[in-house]
């Protein structure tokens, strides 16, 4: 017997052991996108005037939310920034609860929630969202946009891949500006005890 009839059935074998394949492994099913963003606030007209007039953000008036008595209870905001993602501020209050009016297809249902000051507070001093700017120029044109508004800022920092600037919106939320143009980490990180607590970026 040759040694070729020995090894021919035996690379057949191997060579279909080698093609077979594993199991697909469960993957979950895709993400669109970015829908909204949710703030509690303190007080909506505040925040609402706030972010008009500081972020350039435009009020949807027509999806605003009532409760049942017909007080307005949360806002929606679109911005150029988030593309075609929301911001909605949502009011927090302590004095009673809010029926929010929730509309399903054509029907009203009733949702009861107890909204309190303790859900706008837990934002202060956190970083709720970084929106990205081009360079480190267009933090400096913002430096001076916020100046101009009388909001309370940091100065420009430098991360560990590019530069930063926060600031706070009437809730004492960290709001951050980040630049897409890198430093290629060459440069030492700064360090803030008030805005970074003491970290860098």
Not at 170 to 179: A, K, N, Q, S, Y
Request: with cysteine; net charge neutral; hydrophobic share 40%.
């Amino acid at each position: 017997m040759s040694l070729a009839s020995l090894t021919y059935p035996f690379l057949l074998v191997k060579s279909k052991i080698s093609t077979e394949t594993s199991p697909a492994q469960p993957i979950p099913p895709p993400l669109a996108g970015l829908h909204q963003l949710t703030f509690f606030v303190s007080d909506l007209d505040v925040s609402l005037a706030w972010y008009t007039s500081v972020m350039s953000a435009s009020h949807l008036l027509a999806q605003d939310q009532y409760t049942a008595r017909g007080q307005r209870c949360a806002a929606q905001l679109s911005m150029p920034a988030m593309g075609q993602s929301c911001l909605k501020l949502r009011c927090a209050s302590s004095l009673h609860s809010l029926e929010l009016a929730v509309p399903v297809i054509g029907a009203n249902h009733q949702a009861t929630r107890r909204l309190n000051h303790q859900e706008a507070k837990q934002a202060r001093g956190s970083e709720s969202v970084t929106w990205a700017v081009k360079s480190r120029a267009e933090l400096q044109a913002w430096i001076e946009w916020l100046d101009v508004k009388g909001v309370k800022r940091s100065k420009i920092l430098t991360g560990a891949v590019g530069w930063f600037l926060m600031f706070e919106d009437p809730d004492g939320r960290f709001l951050m500006l980040h630049t897409q143009e890198s430093h290629e980490g060459t440069m030492e990180i700064d360090r803030d005890d008030y805005w970074r607590g003491g970290k860098g970026l």
